[in-house]
Every structure is written in C-alpha cells, then in structure tokens.
T-cell receptor, first 113, second 114 residues
C-alpha cells in the first residue's frame, strides 16, 4: 500500500507565526484530507484537499486560518496561520487510492509557545 | 449527521484477559464503521472495517467487532490481550466505504498489565 510522509514530524513555534506542513504520498491518490488531534482529544477533519481547486473545509475551520494546497495527485500542504497555543495539536494527513481504505501519515506534532 | 461515542476513555486489562472496547454510533444513513489503532508516536493503523458485507468483522492482530444495528453498536473485542496491544483505539464512522471524511470517537486508551 502507499506510504504517506509528513514533514516536519514535529515543531515548536512562536505564537503569531505560521507553519506549513507537507504531505507527500509515494503514489497517486484520488483524495487527500487533513485532520487535527488536539491534546487528549479525538481526531477532527479539517478539510478535504482538492487537486487544482480550493479545499473543502469542515464546519469550524476556515481557509484564512488553515490554507491548503494540493498542486498534484501526490502532494498537499496545510498551513497553520497566526498560531496561538490553542493550535498545539497533532496534524495528520490522510489519503485515498481508488476504492481502497483511506490511510494516514504519522502526523506532525506542533507545539505553539 | 454522524457521531460516535466510545464508552470509557481508559480501559485496563490483564495480559491474557478479554479486551472489550465499546463504540456506539449515530447515523442518519447506513453507516460504514471503522476501528483504528494508534501506537505511541505513530500514525493511525486500520484494524478493521464494517461495510455491510457481514456483521461480524475480523481484523488484524486477533481483533474483531460485531455490528449490531438494534443497539447501534460496533464494539471491539479480542479474546486474549497481549502486552503489545497497549495503544489508543479509535472508532470512526463514514458515509463512504473508503473511510474518507471520517468522524472519530473520543478514543480509548488500552493498558495491558502483566
């Protein structure tokens, strides 16, 4: 099965700054998603990354805060903008290939200080 | 709308004992249900999925789950716990068999005592 690589695996950032997380899949996928896992909580879908068009955001998430790009069928980025300590979370990329089950990357652990 | 509730944020069992992790769902459409496991500092790994083919679903590592529509449940079980089963387990629901756009439960941390 395909493998997702996320970069960075972890980072500590100053509040007010932005961080871009990269998600690279080793083969073409039909869909890509971004999830957030806040400390001690479950995973929440942020958005579906659409290739060549604007991402589709879930309720409570907006493009200005979490801009997403997907320039091709194997790559996507999520930017966490103007960070605050509340943005400290694990951010996970997920992808779908054809009819197969969606699979996940290992996540990016973000700490905002 | 869909939702998932996992009863018990922490479950502790002895090695060799039965593992039972509870999951109840709510869905306005026939649900597709999944169990994922997350080991420390790792991503999510699919344990098993229910996509209406059979109500008793067998997964990896000896886990299985039974879909009970009347109880809106999809509890995860394993007859005999192993130390390596210690991890966090997530139940999730999707409108699609592929598991895209998942709605996750709160997670259950499983501890296995020697």
């Amino acid at each position: 099965s395909a493998v997702i690589s996320q970069k960075p695996s972890r980072d500590i950032c100053q509040r007010g700054t932005s961080l871009t997380i990269q998600c690279q899949v080793d083969s073409q996928v039909t869909m890509m998603f971004w999830y957030r896992q806040q400390p001690g909580q479950s995973l929440t879908l942020i958005a579906t990354a659409n290739q060549g068009s604007e991402a589709t955001y879930e309720s409570g998430f907006v493009i200005d805060k979490f801009p997403i790009s997907r320039p091709n069928l194997t790559f996507s980025t999520l930017t966490v903008s103007n960070m605050s300590p509340e943005d400290s979370s694990i951010y996970l990329c997920s992808a779908l290939q054809g009819d197969a089950i969606a699979f996940f990357g290992q996540g990016t652990r973000l700490t905002v200080v | 709308a869909q939702s998932v509730t996992q009863l018990g944020s922490h479950v502790s069992v002895s090695e060799g004992a039965l593992v039972l992790l509870r999951c109840n769902y709510s869905s306005s459409v026939p649900p597709y249900l999944f169990w994922y496991v997350q080991y420390p500092n790792q991503g999510l790994q699919l344990l098993l999925k229910y996509t209406s083919a059979a109500t008793l679903v067998k997964g990896i590592n000896g886990f299985e789950a039974e879909f009970k529509k009347s109880e809106t449940s999809f509890h995860l079980t394993k007859p005999s716990a192993h130390m390596s089963d210690a991890a966090e387990y997530f139940c999730a629901v999707s409108r699609e068999t592929s598991g895209s756009r998942l709605t996750f439960g709160e997670g259950t941390q499983l501890t296995v005592n020697p």
